[in-house]
């Protein structure tokens, strides 16, 4: 029997079949799974949620894999996104093709679903093991587009249209204060510097203001708080 797993995967292949099979398997073994026919349906589909690993076939009409790794990876928001090729072309000079564009797992079709499942996983606790609060190092130029993006909310904070909140948030002190230095533009290091606490007990509480608020990035949560009245920053 297999293991659950759980994380985030966007599937981009022009194949029906196998893009519905492959993503049966996927949702099988507990991952949630959204599904592309096409690049600019991929693309689109991540303005929309930045997903734990992004699974591409190469070749695809209009936009090929390669083409839509490199749209990907000139976005500063997906530098560090896991990109696994799945591709019916597994001659070694395709594969270092892959390798060479950016791509982190190439997987030849056909192709053992249990290990796509096994490569995925792994991606995914690579990269939880990078993020911010742990032993790993953090996405420095996502880190920055979101400060930036933070500032220039600020800067234009008067432009945000402040609502009451439909919903009641209710916010320990400590969340407060870290939500507050959040809106600051400081990152976890910082903050566990001003609030004299661990850099782990931070992200615990970045984590626990994503869930609150529903929002999945420091950028979104800055600007929900705004638009809420959370901060007044």
Known sequence: MMSEQTGHILLVDDE??????????????????EAAS????????????????????????QVDGYQFL???????????????????????????QGYTAGCDAYLPKPFDPEELVAIVTN??????AQAPGTSGTPDIAMMARQIEEIKAMLTQRGSVNKTPSPIRIDLTPREQSV??????????????????TSVRNVEKY???LFSKTGTNSRTELVRFALEHGLVTT
């Open 70 to 96: 490199q749209q990907v990876r000139d976005d500063a928001r997906f530098k560090g996104l896991p990109v696994v090729f799945l591709t019916a072309r597994g001659m070694t000079s395709d594969r270092i």
């Open 179 to 196: 939500l507050d230095l959040v809106a600051e533009g400081l990152m976890n290091k910082e903050i566990a510097s001003r609030l004299d």
């Open 123 to 128: 991606l995914i606790e690579r990269r939880n």
């Open 16 to 33: 029906p079949g196998l893009r519905e099979a492959v993503q049966a398997y996927l949702e099988d073994s507990g991952f949630t799974v």
């Open 206 to 208: 970045v984590s626990r």
């Open 38 to 61: 096409n690049a600019q349906e991929g693309w689109d589909l991540l303005q929309q949620k930045t997903p734990d690993v992004l699974i591409s076939d190469i070749m695809m009409p």
